[in-house]
T-cell receptor, first 115, second 115 residues
Framework: EPEVTQTPSHQVTQMGQEVILRCVPISNHLYFYWYRQILGQKVEFLVSFYNNEISEKSEIFDDQFSVERPDGSNFTLKIRSTKLEDSAMYFC?????????????FGQGTRLTVV | AQSVTQLGSHVSVSEGALVLLRCNYS??????LFWYVQYPNQGLQLLLK??????LVKGINGFEAEFKKSETSFHLTKPSAHMSDAAEYFCAVSDPNTGGFKTIFGAGTRLFVKA
């Protein structure tokens, strides 16, 4: 069964460092997303990406964040200068073209710990 | 705007008892609704989805949910709880109002199953 793959599963970084979280969406999917879940809290939308551009972003997704689909298979989330409050589980998701009545498929997540 | 509200951040049942997790939605259009499950230290797995084909939706692991428009509800049930059902459950709605069709999550309900 096709699945969304995220690497690494766990990343520890020092405050102020740049991190790149990587995702391989399901191959025929065309919408891509990043969400985050701070420990014990709800899953929050960060950004959606379609046709090589951002479709929507939340207020969390400030200038420190960027996304890229560098090679047609990977989908990355970059945090330029990490802060302690960026510590969270980050989920990548993808969805097939078909609109809002289709479900998003989620990866296993990357746990980011900023120290 | 689309939103979901989950009533009860924690629910505890005995093994073999009925599971009922409550979700109410708010939507400006006919909603597309989902239940996801998150097992400890894992990603988000789709349990079931409502996309207007039938009001009673059956999902994996014996779960089902009923869409009730008059009550704006989409409660999740399982007739007999199993220890392996202990997890966090998220009700979610798809947002049709933006090009990215993001998924909006409720705050989650943690299910505890007692032996």
């Amino acid at each position: 069964e096709p699945e969304v793959t995220q690497t690494p599963s766990h990343q520890v970084t020092q405050m102020g460092q740049e991190v790149i979280l990587r995702c391989v969406p399901i191959s025929n999917h065309l919408y891509f997303y990043w969400y985050r879940q701070i420990l014990g809290q709800k899953v929050e939308f960060l950004v959606s990406f379609y046709n090589n551009e951002i479709s929507e972003k939340s207020e969390i997704f400030d200038d420190q964040f960027s996304v890229e689909r560098p090679d047609g298979s990977n989908f990355t989330l970059k945090i330029r200068s990490t802060k302690l409050e960026d510590s969270a589980m980050y989920f990548c998701a993808s969805r097939v073209l078909g609109g809002w009545n289709t479900e998003a498929f989620f990866g296993q997540g990357t746990r980011l710990t900023v120290v | 705007a689309q939103s979901v509200t989950q009533l009860g951040s924690h629910v505890s049942v005995s093994e073999g008892a009925l599971v009922l997790l409550r979700c109410n939605y708010s939507s400006s259009v006919p909603p597309y609704l989902f239940w996801y499950v998150q097992y400890p230290n894992q990603g988000l797995q789709l349990l079931l989805k409502y996309t207007s084909a039938a009001t009673l939706v059956k999902g994996i692991n014996g779960f089902e949910a009923e869409f009730k428009k008059s009550e704006t509800s989409f409660h999740l049930t399982k007739p007999s709880a199993h220890m392996s059902d202990a997890a966090e459950y998220f009700c979610a709605v798809s947002d049709p109002n933006t090009g990215g069709f993001k998924t909006i999550f409720g705050a989650g309900t943690r299910l505890f199953v007692k032996a």
